[in-house]
């Protein structure tokens, strides 16, 4: 595996969830013994989850932006072609 970041070689690392109430303490993860970016699968489907989630509101307003700008564009040809 290497590191999204620098290409370096990630190492298995231990790491301790503080944030879990119950279930393992300790969560495996990769850490990259190059630049110390840790690849932790939980934190990076959430990552892409979010991400997912803001393309499809930027893809939302990014369709509400053409709907308008084509109206306008539709208006002004008629603008155009009255003068
Ligand atoms: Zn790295």
Redesign the pocket.
């Known amino acids: 595996m290497t590191?999204k970041?620098?290409q370096?070689r990630m190492a298995r690392d231990h790491y301790l969830d503080i944030e879990q109430s119950g279930g393992e303490w300790w969560v495996e993860g990769w850490r990259?013994i190059?630049?110390g970016?840790v690849f932790d699968p939980v934190v990076e489907r959430n990552r892409r989850q979010h991400a997912a989630a803001m393309a499809s509101v930027a893809v939302s307003a990014q369709d509400a932006n053409d709907r308008t700008s084509t109206s306008k564009s539709k208006q002004d040809l008629l603008l155009d072609t009255a003068a």
């Open positions: 590191c970041r620098c370096g990259c190059n630049c970016h």
